[in-house]
């Protein structure tokens, strides 16, 4: 009887000895997963603190019209955006947005902030940049020089050639078919210029010069 008593006895020991390892060994295993849990924060906080935050740089715009710009910009800025006239004699419409980028400010890749503001220099379409913005499109017309006066010439007064009229060619007067009058005063100056006797028709015949009348003057 005593020798199983003492058997029965050393199994009890035996099983409270097992359960109370086990039991330990339970707590030691929950510690050190309290203390891994617990340190997990610490680490994840020394990490971030080692690991600067990205900093936001400008995109280029360069060569992007108004409104594909603007959007670029809203990405790394909430800062309004700037639009102006790429030439300084050129208005800017109410209405740019399909304008090109010649000139922005910040450049490309320079950092911003949300605060950054961006300033933009446009042309119109089909325009070329100018080589720096704010140059005059129209060439400026620059004045001629005053030319220098000229001394007074005195003047020579000359004479004006009279224009000689052209000489009319002398014509013989028309010839007349009709004899010339010839008047007799009687028969004797008739017989002196030996005109007579005088027939009717003759010159010099009238007649008072043909007494007998039969058509010859001055036959007697």
Known sequence: MFHRRGFALAGVIGAVVLLGAGCEDTGATKAGSSNKTSASPS??????????????????????RLLDATVLVKKVTSAPVEPASAYRDVTLPADPTAWTVCFQTPAADSPVTPATAVELSLVAPGTDCPERAGAARQASKAPAPAASPTPARTAVPVST?????????????????????????????AKAAGKAPIRRGQPGYRDALDRDKDGIACDK
């Open 43 to 64: 680490t994840d906080a020394s990490a971030s603190a080692a690991a600067p935050p990205s900093q936001a740089v400008m995109p280029k715009l360069v060569g992007e």
């Open 161 to 189: 050639p009279v224009p000689q009229k052209p000489k009319q060619p002398q014509t013989p007067p028309p010839a007349n078919d009709e004899p010339e009058p010839v008047f007799f005063k009687n028969c004797d100056a």
